[in-house]
């Protein structure tokens, strides 16, 4: 009832057994860095939903060969960035 | 009239009756609870909008197999998050 | 003229007989009263675009049994929310 | 070579030529204008961008009778009524 | 391999070729002015995108047809206007 | 397990091995520079997901000559700029 996103043939895990956010913390020491936990956060988002490893390969041979879907990708880190860049007084030197 | 958005083969279901913000606060300890948070939050709305179980079980292995929907799924926590992060002050120490 | 969205099967509603914002307020008590008005703005944004209330209950058919179109949903209730959470000061204590 | 968006069918009609923001402001007096204001911002961007009147009524027809149209005008609009509000301050007391 | 988005057949074509941002400003004297430049800015990304002036020529007839599209337009040019009117602190009085 | 976007048939490179940002940093003297930036980093993005330089070039063409993908990539821009631009305060005077 709780796992409304989560898909149904993965029962044993739940989103408190996926670290969606590395280090819990949103604060980086440089742009790069905050852009590569960007990423990362967007990808376990979708580790969460799609738990099954092999499928979640097929899928990537999907989307890295669709322009669509890779523009896709590139707005859902871009919102991402926009939160940690923020966190982050946007790295003001 | 009121349930422009609801199914309407829910007739005895209104967003009164689903917990829409778990704890009925913004506010949590940590990023990686935060990020719980949207996910939550993502889910619920999903649940008010489509309220049977068992539908929701079949949309499920339809999205958790999609990779469009895997990242539209990333973009809609995406922006649950950036609502969260800022809440939070970004969780800065 | 002015009605560029709205469908020509409407002639007598305009934007000014529909109530766009419940109580002409963004601001709520709490979170979950927040995110209540997030849905309702949603909706009636959809019923202003299509007043007819019987196409309404067959779109609605539609996206309740619409992976892509449930994320959807979540999206545009995520982009109000955000507005409405920022005006509440994000009800903090 | 300035018009990338506007059709080529209408050389007359320039962006100079439309209002894209009724009043030349962005305050409003109550949420209910603000997010009528959005609305009509929305919509102006769709007349600038076709400004064939008898090509935008035929586009309503499909628009307002197809789901997922239905929940990304709700997106644009959204998005318009963000800034709309945070201009007004989110009109709070 | 500095041009991932531009199209392979205009190599003579760099986005420092290109103006981006119309007198290198985001600010404006109205709302109007700063509404023209966030359909102007819009409409500039497509051209760095797809700099054959015929071939914009024929996807514009594309996308002043499709209702979808019109609407995806409309986004795109709110998140550009929403960055804008925060440069100019919303033109508050 | 840590690539769950990179596609599957590019082992050797991992997040760390491409620069996300330019520079590491997302401050500009310009708002010409920023939107520049913007472009570069959203292309970024797509060459991480997608790293086989012949595969990019094919997908090019194909969003290049799409109208809807054309305007999916003016909002990935868009947020990035949204970003930058509050990074420099928006190059106030």
């Given at each position: ?50 738990p099954d490893e092999e499928k979640r390969k097929q899928l990537r041979d999907v989307y890295g060969n ?28």
């Amino acid at each position: 009832m709780d796992h409304v996103i989560a898909p149904t043939n993965s029962p044993v895990v739940t989103s408190h057994e996926v670290t969606l956010v590395p280090n819990n913390s949103l604060l980086t020491e440089t742009p790069e860095e905050g852009r590569q936990l960007a990423v990362k956060m967007a990808r376990l988002i979708i580790k969460l939903t799609q738990p099954d490893e092999e499928k979640r390969k097929q899928l990537r041979d999907v989307y890295g060969n669709d322009a669509m879907m890779l523009i896709a990708v590139g707005q859902a880190v871009a919102t991402e960035f926009a939160t940690i860049a923020a966190a982050n007084n946007y790295w003001r030197k």
